[in-house]
């Protein structure tokens, strides 16, 4: 009943910047929570950041804050993860996730993007 679609990975060179949009449609009324996570190879699907309906409640795992942002626009419903200051430990598939709660497991959450490769060459 929603779909995501991730886009806006690709290569880039440490300490660059880069923007991630995840775009919502179907029944986008019943998402409440969009989160972000990451997965590199050999790991465990990692949270990286989380964003409510009202956009007054972010939230962001330790290795991330102070470099990576994010922000929805639910005109459009569509999230964004602005990254900057990229190194390469933040080389990893990332992952649009979308649900009723929001929460920091990826059990938390109902729909899933396809991901998107980001490559940070060091």
């Known amino acids: 009943q929603v779909q995501l679609v991730e886009s806006g990975g690709g290569l880039v060179q440490a300490g660059g910047s880069l923007r991630l949009s995840c775009a919502a449609s179907g029944r986008t009324s019943s998402i409440y929570a969009v989160g972000w996570f990451r997965q590199a190879p050999g790991k465990e699907r990692e949270f990286v950041a989380a964003i409510t309906r009202s956009s007054t409640n972010t939230y962001y795992t330790d290795s991330v804050k102070g470099r990576f942002t994010i922000s929805r626009d639910n005109a459009v419903n569509t999230v964004y993860l602005q990254m900057n200051s990229l190194k390469p430990e933040d080389t990893a598939v990332y992952y649009c996730?979308?649900?009723?709660?929001?929460?920091?497991?990826?059990?938390?959450?109902?729909?899933w993007g396809q991901g998107t490769q980001v490559t940070v060459s060091s």
């Open positions: 996730a979308a649900g009723r709660l929001v929460g920091w497991a990826p059990s938390t959450y109902d729909y």
